[in-house]
């Protein structure tokens, strides 16, 4: 017997030595545990907005994951918001989720504008494998209360339903149609006073909170935290504008040279890319076209979106100290995205239902927004901006952070979009992704894990095609082609993005036999993915006030 115990301890003290050599310590790959998981997503945020993207706004504790960690030149999301976060939730496609639109109902399974239950949740597939489950912030996936975060799976909610809210207040959106704001804590609606907080502290304090609270459970967790910062309303703390006072003065035709220039040198993009980027967009007017009186507008826009930028990032920085603080930040991956790029949308002044201004820019009254022309800057180097097609409205930075296990200061090409990141998670979670759930058949994930990236740099299948389609804007990219129209335009327009990311060299004309190619493969998946022509389900009333002619002082071009 004692024999038999010594040759027990000697054979796991072997295989101790086995698992420690240096053949196997070459692996990167953390799936050997089960990690836990934060996803941070930022509203509206162009893609050069941060400094680790070539931005003067001050976002030190994001620019540390990423030099810590991994930054993707190439990550897509849906252009907009609800779109992208039923793709986020659900590893699915919008339509396949159910919101192929918006959060309304427009009659059809695929844009009847809540999740479906086909589609399951980060929630629903992480709690069946042990994990808490946490969110705070934007849900903007379905309103009725049958399909609340607390009904798809996740253990703790904080934030608002809907698409955005005031961040002083809980009232209604001026904006010239019914806009509610309904603020949860779990279940239970809330009811803040006025001016008694701002919303940007309040979703990171929750996710504090929560943090702390989930560390007596003896499991890991996953922590989706979804700010609404730095979208419109443009309001702000004081102490943050006076930070950016005068940074924005000589405008964003300067500024957006500026920003080429820090993208050149962080590897961003190539000289040429920014060289050809340096063009003007046709709507965006010169600033010193500009009178001083609306010099003076824009320049107070710019700061207050840069401030509201700026506190998100501190308050990320605050959940990264609660996560060293547990001793929980060796074992986690945290990654961090936009959902869509920066808009075109002057809500202030656009037509008789605009949205209404009771106050200064930044205050608890002002109901401006970023606008068009300093979107044009936070779209540095790309064309367009947030709905649209372009890669100004669909591409995110990206960073991914693992302390140990991701490389610091990775840069990689990636060619990745939100339907890999469910297959990222339930990979590193070992979680299994159900065939049925609850007696529901499950549609299948469709994208793919992105570790072997992430942990050893291997680059996803270059010849993978990516599918976009929003109120008719479609596009669809295999390796370094890209087809893409612009509704009400049904005209296909091919770029060549390996060469031209600013896409301002349609050669379709030429390549017949590729346009061919690549729109079969976007009209095969339109079907399968139940995609309808929008002129067939477009609404009676457009999501936002149509523009009205600019005047004077409030000119958006």
């Known amino acids: 017997m004692k ?92 339509h396949k989720a159910g919101v192929g639109y918006f959060n309304v109902n427009l009659g059809l399974p695929a844009y009847q504008g809540y999740l479906n239950k086909q589609s399951l949740t980060f929630g629903e597939v992480l709690k069946q494998a042990g994990y808490s489950t946490l969110l705070s912030g934007k849900w903007h996936v379905g309103n009725d209360s049958l399909y609340w975060p607390k009904q798809r799976g996740f253990d703790r909610f904080y934030g608002i339903l809907g698409g955005a809210s005031n961040y002083f207040d809980a009232g209604p959106l001026p904006i010239g149609r019914p806009s509610p704001v ?30 702390d609270e989930q560390n007596k459970e003896n499991k890991p967790f996953f922590l989706y935290l979804a700010y609404t910062a730095p979208h419109w309303p443009l309001q702000a703390l004081p102490e943050d504008i006076a930070k950016y006072k005068g940074k924005y003065d000589t405008g964003w035709d300067a500024l957006r040279k500026e920003r080429l220039a820090r993208q050149v040198k962080l590897g961003i993009i190539t000289q040429k890319l920014a060289d050809a980027a340096a063009a003007r967009d046709a709507d965006v007017p010169e600033w010193d076209a500009l009178t001083y009186e609306e010099k003076q507008l824009w320049k107070a826009k710019m700061e207050v979106y840069s401030a509201m930028l700026d506190r998100a990032d501190q308050g990320i920085g605050k959940v ?34 605009a949205g209404r201004n009771t106050g200064p820019v930044g205050t608890a009254g002002s109901f401006e927004s970023q606008g068009k022309n300093w979107s044009y800057l936070s779209n540095t180097p790309f064309r367009s901006f947030k709905s649209f097609a372009y890669e100004g409205g669909i591409r995110t930075p990206f960073i991914a952070w693992f302390p140990g296990k991701i490389k610091a200061g990775t840069l990689a090409r990636g060619t990745g979009h939100l339907i890999d990141l469910a297959p990222t998670f339930y990979d590193l979670a070992k979680a299994s992704y159900p065939a049925t759930y609850q007696g529901t058949t499950i549609n299948s994930l469709p994208g793919k894990s992105l570790t072997n990236l992430l942990f050893n740099g291997q680059e996803l299948d270059a010849q ?11 596009a669809v990219r295999r390796g370094k082609w890209k087809l893409v129209s612009i509704y009400p335009s049904y005209q296909w327009e091919l770029y060549d993005l390996e060469s031209d990311a600013g896409e301002t060299q349609n050669v379709a004309a030429r390549n017949s036999n590729l346009v061919d190619d690549l729109s079969a493969l976007y009209f095969n998946w339109a079907k399968q993915t139940d995609v309808v022509d929008y002129d067939k389900i477009k609404p009676k009333e457009p999501l936002l006030p149509t523009p009205k002619k600019p005047s004077i002082g409030n000119r958006n071009f």
């Open 320 to 353: 990264l100290d609660k996560l060293k603080e547990l001793q929980k930040d060796k074992n986690t991956l945290v990654v961090f995205i936009s959902d869509n790029g920066a808009p075109a949308e002057d809500v202030a002044h656009w037509g008789p239902k």
């Open 464 to 474: 993978r095609p990516l599918f976009w389609e929003w109120t008719g804007n479609r």
């Open 182 to 211: 309904t603020v949860l804590e779990d279940n239970k609606r809330q009811h803040p006073k006025p001016n008694s907080f701002y919303f940007t502290d309040e979703v990171t304090n929750h996710a504090v909170t929560f943090l």
């Open 3 to 94: 024999n038999s115990l010594i040759q027990k301890y000697l054979l796991a003290i072997a295989a101790l030595c086995a698992v420690n050599a240096p053949g196997h310590a070459q692996n990167p790959n953390p799936t050997v545990s089960r990690p836990n998981i934060i996803l941070i997503m930022v509203d509206d945020m162009g893609y050069s907005d941060l400094g680790s993207y070539g931005s003067e706004i001050q976002t030190p504790n994001l620019d540390r994951l990423a030099n810590e960690g991994l930054r993707l030149r190439e990550f897509y999301n849906n252009s907009i918001c609800a779109p992208t976060r039923a793709s986020l939730i659900t590893g699915q496609y919008p």
